[in-house]
């Protein structure tokens, strides 16, 4: 009897694996042959890579170099010449993007003049009133004309802002207002926004809170440009020590500065401006705040340097200060977005947030398959907007950014807006340590952009390598060297480890599960490394 059985189990799992090797093992295996064609199992890779609107569609048929073969394939020439150059002439770099129209731009000319014509007199009568307080006091501030003028650059990055990113391409003023950056006259520094809002009102029985550590200002200048200075608070070398959690890490002005030139590497676009500069703490801070509160913390240390620390109820120190040498102080310059009025914004959490206490852990990090709960939820069940966020998760895997928890979106484009990639001072820490949960979007949810994925690849290859684009790229820099070149490496190796995770998720689902194509119309002349020099 129980031979019998044995048999018939047997002829059983027989008959249920040859049905499903007939009817499905061999169609994809046939499929795969038509696909591909034959290769050579000794030679290297073949990848044959079919034209779809003008870009190459990728084929992931051998993923043992984790390279695409594009078609737009650049050899390197003999002279070294710019990486950076060519890297931005690729045609992958130069896809046409639809015609913006009124709806998918941020703003109107004519509504952003008007909006900083009534902000500049708003400004002069505070001026004029300040000035009037300040000769009856014992106060001494350098005073400073503000010209308004239409044509500045950081006018028309404010104008450049689409549904798409916050600047295109090939947007000479980027370049631009990086370079008036460093050298703007400063007319006025403050406290930001939100340490105004948390001082005096904060929770101690929460576990992150406004500090020393967090010193940030708000600088005006002198044509009305805005830009939020991080100061300078860790030595480049410095690795953030091991005992530390990720939400009382510092702050690096640093990281910004990198974390803007990569975003603009991987061609997101979704970092405003960043550039280093080396600030006077007593002539362009400390002489020409009105905020008494920020006087009131500056003092000069026993090595005669000009110091002050953020006004808080804790850690307002002098051990927490930050101090010039004597008076100069480096640090990062990001250009400020368009004001909340003119456009709005609003802070989502992200559904990857970590959990801010010493013991706590989110359910992503327990349960493998949480993406498919964040997939039935809105607005991630259509759309961009987890394509977006799985963006961004490899645009923080690279630079080690482990302090994500919200995200920010400009309300007038709606769900199928882009994601800006703020506040990434927290980059850049440990050069030696891969923080692999970060890539959690990605790896649970195994979906990545086409475009996403093509570029990663061309940044994979030895001609376009990623170190080598980023560090000529920063050399352009005043506070270069920006990055160690340890930090350099580990985005090589970062990126390959990118790869590898869809390397997993090809495998397991199929191309056609994990990678989504976006509008990929290459435009009819892509850039040349001339053009760009123009540009500059």
Not at 339 to 353: D, E, K, M, T, Y
Not at 427 to 449: N, R, T, V, W, Y
Request: aromatic share 10%.
């Amino acid at each position: 009897m129980m031979r019998r059985d044995r048999l018939v189990l047997a002829a059983t799992l027989t008959a249920l694996f040859s049905a499903d090797f007939y009817f499905i093992l061999l169609p994809k295996l046939r499929s795969r042959g038509q696909i591909w064609g034959h290769s050579c199992s000794c030679g290297p890779t073949n990848l044959t890579l079919p034209r779809h609107g003008g870009l190459a569609s990728p084929r992931l048929s051998n993923w043992t170099s984790l390279e695409l073969l594009l078609d737009a394939d650049t050899p390197e020439p003999a002279d070294g010449g710019s990486k950076l150059e060519r890297l931005f002439a690729h045609s992958l770099y130069n896809i046409q993007t639809p015609v913006l129209g009124p709806e998918e731009r941020l703003l109107q000319v004519e509504q952003l003049i008007e909006y900083y014509r009534k902000k500049v007199s708003r400004w002069e009568r505070h001026m004029k009133l300040y000035s009037e307080v300040v000769a009856v006091s014992n106060i001494t501030v350098t005073e400073h004309e503000v010209t308004y003028d239409p044509d500045a650059s950081w006018l028309k990055f404010h104008l450049g802002i689409s549904r798409y990113a916050l600047y295109s391409r090939d947007d000479p003023a980027i370049l631009q207002l990086l370079k008036e950056m460093q050298s703007m006259t400063v007319v006025s520094a403050d406290y930001t926004q939100d340490e105004k809002a948390l001082k005096g009102a904060c929770d101690c029985t929460q576990v992150v809170k406004p500090s020393g550590h967090h010193l940030k200002l708000a600088l005006k200048m002198r044509n009305f440009a805005k830009a939020m200075f991080k100061p300078m608070r860790q030595q480049r070398d410095n690795e953030t020590p091991e005992d530390f959690f990720y939400f009382v890490d510092f702050q690096r002005h640093n990281a910004e500065i990198a974390a803007f030139h990569l975003d603009r590497i991987l061609d997101f676009r979704r970092v405003p401006p960043v550039s280093g500069r080396l600030l006077n703490v007593t002539g362009e801070v400390l002489g020409v705040t009105h905020n008494e509160d920020l006087r009131a913390v500056f003092f000069t240390s026993p090595a005669n340097n000009m110091c002050f620390f953020a006004k808080c109820l804790y850690m307002c120190k002098t051990e927490y200060a930050v101090c010039g040498s004597p008076d100069l102080l480096e640090g990062s310059l990001s250009a400020y977005l368009p004001g909340l009025s003119i456009a709005p914004r609003i802070s989502i959490p992200n559904p990857w947030i970590r959990s801010y206490t010493f013991t706590g852990r989110e359910e992503w990090e327990v349960n493998p398959f949480y993406c498919d709960t964040v997939k039935q939820l809105y607005p991630y069940n259509s759309g961009n907007r987890l394509l977006n966020i799985i963006d961004m998760s490899i645009f923080d895997f690279l630079t080690g950014n482990m302090d994500r928890h919200h995200y920010e979106i400009f309300t007038k484009f709606g769900d199928e807006g882009f994601l800006l990639h703020l506040d990434n001072a927290r980059g850049f820490g440990k050069h030696s340590q891969d923080e692999m949960s970060i890539l959690a979007p990605l790896s649970q949810c195994c979906i990545i952009k086409r475009s996403t994925l093509l570029r990663l690849q061309l940044l994979a290859r030895r001609e376009f390598r990623l170190s080598d684009v980023m560090r000529e790229s920063l050399e352009g820099d005043p506070l270069r060297p920006v990055l160690t070149e340890l930090h350099l490496l580990a985005l090589d190796r970062r990126l390959q480890k990118v790869l590898r995770v869809v390397q997993r998720c090809v495998r397991r689902l199929g191309e056609d599960e994990v990678i989504t194509r976006d509008f990929v119309k290459s435009t009819e002349r892509p850039q040349t490394a001339t053009d760009m020099k123009k540009s500059r």
